[in-house]
């Protein structure tokens, strides 16, 4: 798959509208006025496609986690705030965690992560050579909420990465303690017959 395709399905947005328009009516019903204010500059339609774009790959049981979580905040989240508390909490890394995890590791390999975290940093690696940790850091996110989003809705579990293990060579090891055995007396006497027998056919 060319970098092309993985950002177009980076890019692809499946959360329902009827629940991101579920979301921002229990945002403004616990807050209110502030609500009003904070998202006075979209229209319905803008906010609910912001919305859609923001939660998308959260599951039932992350909304329902983040909407029990939001009634104890004092102001009213954003909606990047609004997806942290969905996911705060959960079974799986957010991927803000997954990045700050996945620069640990490239530091220093003994550092454990998960598999989707190790997956996503091998998709972003070229950019993050080549063009640094912020554009490596904006694709990582938008590639792990992606792979994120298909695992849940597979009903995996998060579960960490394991090394394979290198397979060994098979060769000659000069090293070890092998034992030269002589060839026999007789066998050399045959074999040189049978060379000076070629040598004489050779001549004729």
Not at 41 to 69: F, W
Not at 192 to 201: D, E
Request: aromatic letters at 10%.
């Amino acid at each position: 798959m060319s970098n092309i395709e993985l950002f177009k399905n980076a890019f692809e947005i499946t959360f329902p509208a009827e629940v991101a328009n579920m979301v921002l009516d229990a945002i403004s019903e616990v807050f209110g006025t502030e609500f009003g204010k904070k998202y006075q500059g979209y229209s319905d339609q803008e906010l609910q496609q912001l919305t859609c774009r923001v939660l998308n790959g959260l599951t039932p049981k992350d909304i329902a986690r983040g909407l029990q979580r939001m009634n104890s905040e004092e102001w009213c989240p954003s909606l990047p705030k609004f997806r942290s508390l969905c996911e705060q909490g959960g079974d799986w890394w957010t991927a803000d965690m997954a990045w700050a995890k996945a620069m640990q590791f490239e530091s220093d390999p003994t550092v454990k992560i998960t598999a989707l975290t190790k997956c996503s940093l091998d998709e972003v690696r070229h950019i993050l050579m080549v063009e640094g940790q912020k554009a490596a850091h904006f694709a990582f996110k938008d590639i792990y909420h992606d792979y994120l989003r298909r695992a849940k809705e597979k009903g995996r579990e998060q579960e960490f990465w394991v090394k394979p293990e290198e397979v060994k060579a098979l060769g000659f090891d000069e090293s070890s303690n092998r034992k030269i055995v002589p060839c026999p007396a007789h066998l050399v006497q045959q074999l040189k017959g049978v060379n000076a027998l070629k040598r004489a056919g050779d001549q004729v």
